[in-house]
């Protein structure tokens, strides 16, 4: 099974994208922790939600990202030394959070699958001042945890009906077809939906969403 292969890092993440999912907001989670892997801070998506428990999160704005929200619950006093941090989230980072991970000066990037429409690693290298700096990107590892983020991602785009999701359905599409057909039938079938009634664990979400997509 795909998550007893994760690192605890990964596995945080995916527990902060079902929640993000749960609340309503964009399946996306971030980690970042220190070089040894231990956790300094956790975000996830909030662009739906309107509270949060946290005063440092951003909530119901679409600055409410994962990898900010994971940013600003980090202590920046003491010995924290950002060019140690890793970061790890679950989607390849947007304008917004790659510019966030570069000016924080973060050591490492981890991401667990591609992003054809937002995602902004290239970025990384795209004036002199960004080539400054020299920062680690680490891309998705394992195609199957890809594959399913990509599908979990699809199927909640798929219920969102705003117009302007057209032409970013359309390069989903193009670029990862059999994971949009399968977030396509997840969705038509409403399985990730009875899953989040059921409130399942991440752990359990995970397993039975891989088994869905194995058995299509």
Not at 24 to 43: E, F, Q, R, W
Not at 44 to 72: C, D, Q, T, V, W
Not at 92 to 119: H, K
Not at 132 to 140: D, I, Q, T
Request: charged letters at 20%; hydrophobic letters at 40%; glycine letters at 8%.
């Amino acid at each position: 099974m795909i998550w007893e292969k994760l690192s605890r890092p990964w596995q945080i993440c995916v527990e902060q994208a079902w929640e993000a999912y749960c609340a309503g907001s964009t399946p996306i989670g971030a980690v970042v922790t220190d070089s040894d892997g231990n956790v300094l801070s956790v975000g996830r998506n909030r662009i739906y939600e309107n509270s949060s428990s946290i005063i440092e999160h951003l909530f119901g704005m679409p600055l409410a990202h994962a990898e900010m929200n994971a940013f600003l619950s980090l202590d920046y006093s003491g010995e924290f030394n950002p060019q140690s941090a890793i970061l790890y989230t679950t989607s390849e980072p947007c304008p917004l959070c790659i510019g966030g991970f570069f000016m924080a000066g973060f050591g490492e990037l981890r991401y667990a699958s591609r992003d054809p429409w937002y995602g902004s690693v290239q970025n990384l290298q795209g004036n002199p001042f960004h080539r400054l700096k020299e920062a680690r990107v680490v891309g998705p590892q394992d195609p199957n945890f890809e594959h399913l983020i990509i599908s979990w991602l699809l199927e909640y785009k798929l219920s969102i009906t705003a117009a302007n999701l057209k032409h970013v359905l359309e390069t989903w599409k193009s670029a990862f077809p059999v994971a949009y057909e399968d977030g396509m039938r997840v969705f038509q079938q409403g399985m990730l939906q009875s899953l989040r009634q059921e409130n399942v664990s991440a752990q359990e979400f995970m397993d039975q969403f891989e088994g869905i997509l194995t058995s299509m």
